[in-house]
């Protein structure tokens, strides 16, 4: 719920508003599994989620790359 209320208000930063706007759609699929296993401090709970999550991060830059690529050409 934490994240829902943190995205709302970068939104409404963004907008310049200071009314409500439609709700912010959940965390993905991704962000969930990286918050499950990262402690309280920012550390991952294990070796292997840390790594996990690099990968994680590595393939979504990835992805965003080929996407602006097609898309801007």
């Given at each position: 719920?934490?994240?829902?209320?943190?995205?709302?208000?970068?939104?409404?930063e963004?907008?310049?508003?200071?009314?409500?706007?439609?709700?912010?759609?959940?965390?993905?699929?991704?962000?969930?599994?990286?918050?499950?296993?990262?402690?309280?401090g920012?550390?991952?709970?294990?070796?292997?989620?840390m790594?996990i999550?690099?990968r994680?991060?590595?393939?979504?830059?990835?992805?965003?790359?080929?996407?602006?690529?097609l898309?801007?050409?």
């Amino acid at each position: 719920m934490r994240m829902m209320e943190e995205k709302l208000k970068k939104q409404m930063e963004i907008a310049g508003v200071e009314e409500v706007p439609s709700p912010p759609s959940p965390p993905s699929r991704h962000e969930k599994w990286k918050m499950a296993r990262t402690k309280a401090g920012g550390q991952m709970t294990s070796e292997k989620s840390m790594m996990i999550a690099k990968r994680i991060v590595s393939y979504n830059d990835d992805v965003a790359i080929i996407y602006c690529n097609l898309y801007y050409k």
